[in-house]
């Protein structure tokens, strides 16, 4: 992103394994904070309750969903240099801004229909408050994303810019064991910034009506999916 993982990858002489080892820790902490990524998890949280445990578990099954499909996309690279047809790349990228652009439409569908109104209540001995739609019943709870939606909003997101960032960590390298080596140590931290990235989102959600947050998160969610979409398919540039 604007040039910061070629920076990165300078330091690493694709020989010295702690020089390897910092490069790709560092390339995956870097990697959670694109764009893209940053648009996708401000939809996946806002459907939930946002409690630091929730966000957690999110982010860290759209960490390991992305994780696996960067490990999986880049083992080819390392052992044949077979990389992805342009055009497979562009097609993942635009499906990433539907991707997108489709969590934040449902974001403001739900938003529409009322899904995010806080009401606090008892349910035995203790009052809590609650995001509750306005159906007939009073506590019935509107549907979060799951962690397995989660894993595999992370699996087709990995397609996409990952095998890029991936391809500039392992030209550097000298030795297949340890590109592969280093490969899974990108896909590891990426999972675990993920991870954090999700977690510190909801903690600061946390406590805010997601009723007035979510048109603007939504509107500018889908704005960013269709943007990336169509700059995938050079009729915008693409910046990302």
């Not at 001995?125 to 994303?145: G, I, K, Q, V």
């Not at 000298?174 to 903690?203: E, H, Q, R, Y």
């Amino acid at each position: 992103m604007f040039g910061l993982d070629d920076y990165l990858t300078s330091f690493s002489d694709g020989t010295t394994l702690v020089l390897v080892i910092a490069v790709a820790i560092l390339l995956g902490l870097r990697h959670a904070t694109d764009p893209d990524h940053l648009a996708a998890v401000t939809t996946l949280l806002a459907s939930t309750e946002r409690r630091a445990r929730d966000a957690a578990t999110l982010g860290a099954a759209w960490g390991a969903g992305h994780a696996l499909t960067l490990f999986t996309v880049g083992v080819p690279i390392v052992l044949y240099r077979a990389y992805l047809p342009e055009t497979v790349q562009r097609g993942a990228e635009t499906a990433i801004g539907f991707l997108i652009a489709g969590l934040a439409v449902w974001l403001l569908v739900r938003w529409r229909r009322g899904a995010f109104h806080t009401h606090a209540h008892s349910h035995t001995d203790h009052s809590h408050a609650h995001l509750h739609s306005h159906s007939t019943d009073p506590h019935e709870h509107p549907r979060t994303r799951t962690p397995l939606g989660a894993f595999a909003v992370g699996l087709l997101h990995g397609i996409g810019g990952s095998a890029g960032v991936g391809i500039l960590l392992v030209s550097t390298i000298d030795g297949t064991a340890l590109a592969i080596g280093a490969l899974g140590i990108l896909a590891a931290f990426t999972a675990v910034s993920m991870t954090l990235l999700t977690t510190g989102v909801g903690l600061t959600l946390a406590g805010r009506s997601i009723g007035r947050l979510a048109p603007a998160l939504g509107a500018a969610s889908l704005t960013f999916g269709l943007c990336y979409a169509l700059g995938a398919q050079n009729l915008l540039p693409y910046y990302f």
